[in-house]
């Protein structure tokens, strides 16, 4: 027999991290302000090993369309430079001799919408992830009546894990709703 709390709580943890995703996932979409979490997914050889961008830099935000990189070794400019060319950031580097400088350009009307887009497919897939728990779920609450748990839990249950559906639901249209207030916003 199944404990109905702890399959409900498990449903909730799995919900929560689909939310989690979203909002790592929206953190890197580029909406014409600067910031450090577009870099996330740019490596960098170092002596000669691929690392994280931060490991071997100082990245910072002097103001609302630069970020600035100043790597800890300056030998390392290039390589530094290299990364964010083969990354799918989309921005060229430029450097002084002492950082790399990125300069973020304001998206076009057409290419905030094209982000907006790529923001709800992201946040589609969040909420499928969501509603794939919730069948589960209920599959494993249908079974357990077979296995002895009486039809009212199981209907308690069920309506638990629909609060909690739509809860993640509603949360995760928040995400997207900020988001693209942010895309859109001049």
């Known amino acids: 027999m199944i404990d109905v709390k702890e399959t409900l709580k498990g449903a909730e943890e799995k919900m929560q991290k689909a939310s989690k995703y979203l909002e790592e996932?929206?953190?890197?979409?580029?909406?014409?302000?600067?910031n450090v979490a577009i870099l996330d997914g740019v490596r960098v050889e170092s002596y000669g090993q691929m690392v994280p961008l931060n490991q071997v830099a100082n990245v910072s935000v002097p103001d609302a369309r630069t970020i600035t990189i100043r790597p800890w070794d300056r030998k390392q400019i290039r390589d530094i430079e290299k990364g964010i060319m083969d990354?799918?950031?989309?921005i060229t580097p430029e450097n002084n001799g002492e950082m790399v400088i990125l300069h973020l350009p304001q998206p076009t009307e057409e290419r905030r919408k094209e982000l907006v887009k790529q923001c709800n497919k992201i946040g589609e897939g969040a909420k499928v992830q969501i509603r794939n728990v919730r069948a589960d779920v209920k599959e494993k609450l249908k079974k357990a009546i077979k296995d002895g748990l009486s039809e009212d839990l199981e209907k308690d249950a069920e309506a638990?894990?629909?609060k909690a559906h739509d809860r993640?639901?509603?949360e995760i249209d928040g995400i997207l709703a900020a988001k693209q207030k942010e895309i859109m916003t001049v």
């Open 25 to 34: 996932e929206l953190a890197r979409i580029r909406a014409g302000r600067a």
């Open 87 to 90: 990354s799918d950031v989309g």
């Open 160 to 162: 638990d894990l629909q």
């Open 168 to 170: 993640f639901i509603k």
